[in-house]
């Protein structure tokens, strides 16, 4: 049974700083592209980072501008989302993804999904 499980989130000041972990189980995750993507309240779900089966390459959003570092430890099971300088505007609930496609189709092919964690950013 595929299940991807998040956590990490909290509420923060802006400024701050939270790391999300991804626990992956009931698969091989080094088979699989793995990302992360947010929703905010009453917006649309959007893309914030991918990573290559073997973690040699990255793919950010545009918003990100360097204060999000994605990562993944395929021996532990686990894909991290490292968050700095964070913003009221990156409130949301941050989901992880499992893809078996390639990471510049993250955003578009099918996967699996986890339940999200909650960060709140206050001002």
């Known amino acids: 049974q595929v299940q991807l499980v998040e956590s990490g989130g909290g509420l923060v000041q802006a400024g701050g700083s939270l790391r999300l972990s991804c626990a992956a189980s009931g698969f091989t995750l080094s088979d699989y592209v793995m990302g992360w993507f947010r929703q905010a309240p009453g917006k649309e779900r959007e893309f914030v980072a991918a990573?290559?089966?073997?973690?040699?390459?990255?793919r950010y959003a545009d918003f990100v501008q360097g204060r999000f570092t994605v990562s993944r430890d395929n021996a532990k099971n686990t894909v991290s989302l490292q968050m700095i300088s964070l913003k009221p505007e990156d409130t949301a609930v941050y989901h992880c993804k499992a893809t078996t496609a390639a990471a510049s189709r993250l955003e578009t092919s099918a996967g699996y999904w986890g339940q999200g964690t909650q960060v709140t950013v206050s001002s």
């Open positions: 990573i290559s089966r073997g973690g040699a390459f990255t």
